[in-house]
């Protein structure tokens, strides 16, 4: 059947920064961020490059983690009273996020953001274009046709997709990540290869997904330890940031899956930093996607053999593969269980049905190769609350 | 021996869809929350299928409550169609039911909001139709 791979424009490299700016054509450039960011001076930077070349700038820094409509709906009034013909999103993931929704409100305030589906056009483009430009090696939005958001009433996180959110330019400048602390950097690279393997074996992979994923994989395992070990290794931090941006196509144009639904429910009910939510929940669907599947366990299998892993037995693989993710993960302290990550027994037990309810709701779960129903998705809680890898 | 294929859209296809649609477990647990009746319907393509072809589906709650054929006014909450070929490659299990929205082989109307949050009962719908062998309108 027909199909498309949309990805942005990719500026990287040296100056990738100041050479993009400097061409860029426009008059009025919103500057998305949020405070942490704005206290890192990245915003002031981009300003000036464009001061100097006749642009007038206005700087938004209320974005929050884990955006809420509500907050969306005040950057789209600030880009409205602005004019703005340039959205520039400098952040992570939730920056990026509050960026592509509050765009849609502002191009349409008529559109529900919960309504948004990969099936109806949006007619964006006609009043901005979006630039984005992370500041975290992991969501990859700056790359996605997706998009995160929370309903304020119950705090739930929707994840939905559409063509025309995929930004127009990404910049990748690794001095913007270079600040970003160890736990972040575990937890957010993490969350990339989150992507790479979901999209693998999603029920919608691709070729070009896959050719991303595969490079994906491999820059992980290398680079995600370097940047952890030394957090002012440019070089590291410019391979995540890339192996980001190609999870993040790999799984745009594929989708992600189990894993996802499980981690959206976890930022939602408890909220878990996504990456972390995401990561912790990975090995365990490996575990639970290759039992009895041995078509998705040979997918699995193939990321394995990357990582040097050689198995007869696409089982086998498949369980050596998580449990090789696992020892990333301890590498670059990453906990290996939602109790070790600080979420005490009583918030558990007391979120548990909404974060079955609010997992079931999730999109992704559509997506992933082996059908799990309420029962199954409360016991993979429960085995990630313990730490026990998957044998059902 | 193979089971007898039923008549696509007729009254016993739909009386076999909520047979097996009721005793569908996954739909069940997935659809626990959901109220809102759909109508399915093969669009009229001037030859085999003259007049668009229209079944209602009353769900709610997990339970399919009713099913009949549709009359060409009758509304739904929710309404999905496409041609007849394209129905063919669905009931085959070679298009996927969102990626065929995507791909404009079928159009869903209605609350698509509510629709995201229940993909997962949206699937098994699609996937109960699957299971029943279907004579279609062009088949001898
Ligand atoms: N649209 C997509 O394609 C997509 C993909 C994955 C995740 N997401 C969503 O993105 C969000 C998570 O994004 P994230 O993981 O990048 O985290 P984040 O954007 O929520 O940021 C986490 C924290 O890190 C801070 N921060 C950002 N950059 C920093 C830097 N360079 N140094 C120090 N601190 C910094 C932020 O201010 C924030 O406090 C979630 O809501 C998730 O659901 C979206
Ligand atoms: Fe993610």
Redesign the interface.
């Known amino acids: 059947?027909?199909?498309w791979f949309s990805v942005p424009k990719v500026i990287f490299g040296e100056d990738a920064l100041t050479t993009e700016l400097e061409q860029l054509s426009g008059k009025n450039a919103f500057i998305l961020t949020d405070k942490v960011v704005m206290g890192f001076g990245f915003p002031e930077r981009i300003s000036e490059i464009l001061h100097d070349h006749q642009w007038s700038v206005a700087i938004w820094d209320n974005a929050e983690p884990d955006p809420r409509v509500s907050s969306v709906k005040s950057a789209a009034e600030a880009m409205r009273r602005f004019s703005t013909d340039t959205i520039i999103a400098v952040g992570g993931g939730s920056v990026m996020d509050t960026a592509k929704a509050a765009w849609v409100l502002y191009e349409h305030p008529e559109i529900?953001l919960?309504?948004?589906?990969?099936?109806?056009p949006l007619d964006l483009r006609h009043k901005a274009r979006l630039v984005c430009i992370p500041t975290t090696a992991g969501t990859g939005s700056e790359a996605t046709k997706a998009v995160v958001i929370r309903e304020d009433q119950t705090g739930r996180k929707?994840a939905?997709n559409n063509a025309e959110l995929c930004p127009d330019i990404a910049i990748l400048e690794p001095g913007f990540v270079k600040g970003l602390p160890k736990e972040l950097t575990a937890y957010t690279g993490l969350d990339a290869l989150t992507h790479a393997v979901e999209a693998y074996v999603s029920?919608?992979k691709n070729d070009f997904s896959d050719a991303c994923t595969l490079k994906t994989v491999q820059m992980v395992f290398e680079w995600l330890p370097k940047s952890v070990a030394d957090l002012t290794d440019l070089q590291a931090r410019e391979k995540m940031l890339i192996a980001a941006d190609l999870a993040g196509m790999s799984f745009s144009n594929s989708q992600v899956a189990l894993g996802h639904s499980l981690g959206h429910s976890l930022g939602s009910v408890l909220r878990v930093q996504h990456g972390l939510a995401v990561g912790l929940s990975l090995p365990l669907t490996i575990e639970y996607n290759c039992k009895d599947k041995p078509e998705t366990a040979k997918l699995y299998a193939e990321l394995a053999a990357l990582v040097g892993i050689k198995k007869a037995d696409p089982e086998l693989a498949a369980r050596a593969f998580a449990k090789k993710i696992r020892q990333l993960q301890a590498s670059v302290g990453f906990p290996t269980s939602l109790k070790k990550a600080g979420v005490s027994e009583k918030d558990f037990n007391d979120g548990l049905d909404k974060l079955v309810q609010y997992a079931?709701?999730d999109?992704s779960?559509?997506m992933n190769p082996r059908?799990i129903?309420?029962?199954g998705i409360r016991k993979m809680y429960e085995y990630m609350y313990s730490g026990t890898p998957v044998d059902f | 021996m193979s089971e007898k294929k039923v008549d696509f859209f007729s009254e016993q296809w739909l009386k076999k869809y909520q047979e097996i649609l009721n005793k569908n477990a996954a739909y069940k647990d997935a659809a626990k929350d959901w109220e809102g009746d759909f109508i399915f319907q093969i669009d009229a393509d001037g030859s085999t299928v003259k007049e668009p072809a229209r079944a209602y589906i009353d769900l709610w709650h997990g339970d399919c409550r009713k099913v009949a054929l549709a009359a060409p006014g009758q509304k739904a909450a929710f309404e999905y169609s496409g041609p007849l070929k394209n129905w063919k490659l669905l009931l085959a299990g070679q298009i996927d039911p969102i990626k065929g929205l995507m791909a404009r082989k079928f159009t869903l109307k209605g609350d698509m909001g509510k629709v995201m949050r229940y993909t997962k009962a949206a699937a098994e719908l699609v996937a109960t139709a699957v299971k029943i062998p279907t004579k279609f309108p062009d088949e001898k």
């Open positions: 059947m027909v199909w529900q919960e309504a948004i589906t990969p099936l109806q929707f939905t029920v919608w079931m709701m999109s779960i559509t059908d129903d309420s029962g």
